[in-house]
């Protein structure tokens, strides 16, 4: 007998932001930098930074809990947790398996992925896989960064754009129009040597070297990256969009990763949006990598900015490099 693919849908978001703001004034004092420079190169006012007892997997719980209450579900109902970032509290145990123990999802499986900024969405691609196959009803996706601790903060190039954050959702199982439509997943690891953190792997093991020579944070070459940036996120969004049957004249909000602002307008010309279909707030938080979408649509959720039935855009990219994309309908 053909068993027909389920249908799977954002159940409910959350997230969490530290309190603790890092203004471009503060910046002002810690590197030759000016807020007029960040503010006319990136877009960024500010950014939040963890407390010392806060890890990926403390703020990413505390995302999940809000994610969980939004669609309405207790934690032991749920089969799979993935949490995309690039900060895990350590190399293993997984991410998930932290956040696990501490909302007690005593019955799901625990996995991390890393796919830097793109994780989100990639985490999406495939918790949609495991529902609409039928083998999973309930799955926690959780994107969750502290940057702000592989950041090198005596770098004006990159400590200026990162910041800390995590958000959650809840996929879980349709029965209505509400579904992931279509993703789209892509990548070049040609380009490593762009954006990474070169330390602290099999390949640089933690040493006195190492960290003599700050191999343990990220290192970007900002002006080679834009450049990839803005074709390939454009190219993402055009490729869900095509996927799904689609086009930009569907899209109701575009929710875009959150890393420059140049970025994003470049992106939002080449599909002809309107500022009022764009969901912005790097100005607030920077680039927290993983978490920028997963905050942003929580957040446009909470402000009553997402409708039920409107076509949301979702489009990243990040170091490896990768990119994707997802087409959902609310
Ligand atoms: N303050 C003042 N001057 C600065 C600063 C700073 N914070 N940082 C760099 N500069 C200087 C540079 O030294 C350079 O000076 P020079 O001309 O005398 O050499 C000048 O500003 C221009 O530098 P560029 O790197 O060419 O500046 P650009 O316009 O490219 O902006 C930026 C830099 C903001 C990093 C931009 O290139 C960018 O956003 N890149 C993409 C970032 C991104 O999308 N990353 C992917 C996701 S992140 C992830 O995956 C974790």
């Not at 690039?86 to 956040?99: E, G, K, R, V």
């Not at 039928?134 to 994107?143: C, D, M, P, S, T």
């Not at 649509?297 to 990243?316: N, S």
């Amino acid at each position: 007998m053909v068993q027909h693919l389920k249908h799977a849908y954002i159940a409910g978001t959350g997230y969490y932001v530290p309190k603790k703001v890092l203004t471009n004034k503060d910046l002002e004092k810690i590197v030759d930098t000016s807020d007029e420079w960040i503010t006319t190169r990136t877009g960024i006012k500010e950014r939040r930074i963890a407390a010392r007892e806060e890890t990926t997997s403390v703020i990413g719980a505390k995302a999940a809990k809000q994610a969980l209450k939004a669609a309405g579900i207790k934690a032991d109902e749920l089969d799979l947790i993935i949490t995309a970032t690039i900060t895990p509290d350590m190399p293993f145990p997984a991410t998930s398996a932290l956040i696990q123990n501490i909302i007690g999802a005593c019955k799901a499986g625990v996995v991390d992925i890393e796919a830097a900024c793109s994780g989100y969405i990639y985490a999406i691609s495939m918790a949609n896989q495991f529902i609409r196959t039928g083998e999973y009803k309930n799955i926690l996706i959780v994107a969750s960064e502290i940057l702000s601790r592989i950041t090198d903060w005596e770098d004006r190039n990159t400590c200026v754009l990162f910041g800390d954050a995590a958000g959650a959702a809840v996929i879980r199982e349709s029965q209505s129009k509400s579904e992931i439509i279509a993703a789209y997943l892509g990548g070049d690891g040609a380009y490593k040597d762009l954006l990474y953190l070169p330390g602290g792997g099999s390949l640089n093991p933690v040493s006195k070297a190492t960290i003599d020579k700050r191999l343990h944070y990220i290192k970007m070459k900002g002006n080679e990256t834009f450049k990839v940036a803005v074709t390939q996120m454009s190219l993402s969004a055009e490729k869900v969009l095509e996927k799904a049957g689609m086009t930009k004249k569907d899209v109701s909000l575009l929710v875009p990763h959150q890393a420059n602002l140049r970025i994003i307008q470049a992106v939002q010309k080449r599909l002809e949006l309107p500022d009022d279909k764009v969901y912005i707030n790097v100005n607030r938080y920077g680039n927290t990598s993983a978490a920028t979408i997963a905050v942003a649509i929580a957040e446009a959720v909470q402000e009553g900015k997402v409708k039920k039935g409107d076509i949301i855009l979702f489009v990243a990219f990040g170091g490896g490099f990768t990119w994707a994309s997802a087409l959902i309908r609310w």
